[in-house]
């Protein structure tokens, strides 16, 4: 029997890389997340509190592992987060300094910790925003400065779950290897197979939201854009679910009789290929932002395995398991 390799959950959100890191075979020995309704969450499912602000962690005291996994803020890089930045007349990207810049902590853990391997993950957008620019200073950081040999790739989850989602996956060696991105192929269910067969009243917009959605989409049509709502095909996917889910549905909305409806959080839950085991113990709004902001589970499980895989039949090294 193989002893665990052990992994420290950086931006550890609800816990969505730890299960995947967990499930192939890992220990997790530190974690950080400042939001405390996420905490609330994280400590319910894994009996630990995440530590807080990443930015007051000396590195020197995080423990030793192997593999380092993080899903850094990406707000300052995604398309809604940019447009709604700009609109406010505020920094976004690496400019943004309470956000933007959280990726220089990652460095700096890394730098100090060497581990044998690392996972990030944000936003599609993360590549090219500012003209490329932001992507290639995290290529210099991780390639030139810290020495790692990088791969990365856009992956869509709908592969796995009933969901259009993109997002871009950063894999880093201390050493050079022959990793390849998994190809995800699963009997991803449709959307109806998901969904709850009875769901409380209060997920109907009422008749007032459900108008004012429509006057908004019309308004955008009249001028050829396509902001507004979006029923859902049960028989097919859904659209990406944001953190702003929690505002009025408007991207993933359920038909049914005369006003559709929201996903509940479960739901939700499900097309981010949570357990059903997973608890819930945050209000609505709460968790509706906290799936929003989590990964796609099954994808980042299909990726571990196969970082894992390669670090584990490297004969070049010491294996992964030097500290298990």
Same mark, same amino acid.
């Given at each position: 029997?193989?002893?665990?390799?052990?992994?420290?959950?950086?931006?550890?959100?609800?816990?969505?890389?730890?299960?995947?890191?967990?499930?192939?075979?890992?220990?997790?020995?530190?974690?950080?997340?400042?939001?405390?309704?996420?905490?609330?969450?994280?400590?319910?499912?894994?009996?630990?509190?995440?530590?807080?602000?990443?930015?007051?962690?000396?590195?020197?005291?995080?423990?030793?592992?192997?593999?380092?996994?993080?899903?850094?803020?990406?707000?300052?890089?995604?398309?809604?987060?940019?447009?709604?930045?700009?609109?406010?007349?505020?920094?976004?990207?690496?400019?943004?300094?309470?956000?933007?810049?959280? &990726?220089?902590?990652?460095?700096?853990?890394?730098?100090?910790?060497?581990?044998?391997?690392?996972?990030?993950?944000?936003?599609? @957008?993360?590549?090219?925003?500012?003209?490329?620019?932001?992507?290639?200073?995290?290529?210099?950081?991780?390639?030139?400065?810290?020495?790692?040999?990088?791969?990365?790739?856009?992956?869509?989850?709908?592969?796995?779950?009933?969901?259009?989602?993109?997002?871009?996956?950063?894999?880093?060696?201390?050493?050079?290897?022959? &990793?390849?991105?998994?190809?995800?192929?699963? @009997?991803?269910?449709?959307?109806?197979?998901?969904?709850?067969?009875?769901?409380?009243?209060?997920?109907?917009?009422?008749?007032?939201?459900?108008?004012?959605?429509?006057?908004?989409?019309?308004?955008?049509?009249?001028?050829?854009?396509?902001?507004?709502?979006?029923?859902?095909?049960?028989?097919?996917?859904?659209?990406?679910?944001?953190?702003?889910?929690?505002?009025?549905?408007?991207?993933?909305?359920?038909?049914?009789?005369? @006003?559709?409806?929201?996903?509940?959080?479960?739901?939700?839950?499900?097309?981010?290929?949570?357990?059903?085991?997973?608890?819930?113990?945050?209000?609505?709004?709460?968790?509706?932002?906290? &799936?929003?902001?989590?990964?796609?589970?099954?994808?980042?499980?299909?990726?571990?395995?196969?970082?894992?895989?390669?670090?584990?039949?490297?004969?070049?090294?010491?294996?992964?398991?030097?500290?298990?």
């Amino acid at each position: 029997m193989q002893k665990k390799f052990r992994f420290i959950d950086l931006f550890a959100g609800i816990g969505g890389m730890r299960i995947a890191f967990e499930k192939s075979g890992g220990r997790c020995v530190f974690s950080s997340e400042w939001n405390k309704f996420s905490q609330q969450t994280y400590e319910t499912n894994f009996g630990d509190v995440p530590d807080g602000d990443i930015t007051k962690i000396n590195a020197k005291d995080i423990p030793n592992h192997d593999i380092l996994v993080g899903g850094f803020p990406c707000q300052p890089f995604s398309i809604a987060g940019v447009s709604s930045k700009k609109a406010l007349g505020r920094k976004h990207g690496f400019e943004d300094e309470t956000q933007g810049t959280l &990726f220089f902590d990652i460095v700096r853990i890394i730098r100090e910790k060497k581990p044998r391997a690392f996972l990030l993950e944000n936003v599609k @957008n993360l590549k090219s925003h500012d003209k490329g620019n932001t992507f290639r200073v995290i290529m210099k950081k991780l390639r030139e400065d810290l020495g790692y040999d990088v791969h990365y790739r856009v992956v869509d989850a709908s592969s796995v779950v009933p969901q259009h989602r993109e997002r871009i996956f950063i894999v880093g060696f201390k050493r050079p290897m022959d &990793f390849a991105f998994p190809k995800l192929i699963g @009997n991803r269910p449709k959307l109806a197979e998901v969904l709850e067969k009875s769901v409380d009243k209060k997920y109907t917009l009422t008749d007032g939201t459900w108008k004012a959605l429509q006057r908004h989409k019309k308004a955008h049509e009249k001028k050829n854009q396509g902001f507004g709502y979006t029923l859902a095909d049960k028989n097919g996917i859904a659209n990406t679910l944001s953190a702003r889910y929690y505002k009025d549905g408007a991207e993933i909305l359920i038909p049914q009789g005369k @006003n559709p409806r929201r996903l509940t959080p479960r739901e939700c839950a499900r097309i981010m290929g949570f357990p059903e085991k997973f608890k819930i113990p945050v209000s609505d709004n709460q968790a509706y932002r906290q &799936f929003g902001n989590a990964v796609v589970v099954p994808v980042v499980k299909e990726i571990a395995k196969s970082m894992v895989k390669v670090l584990r039949e490297n004969k070049i090294r010491k294996t992964i398991l030097d500290y298990a």
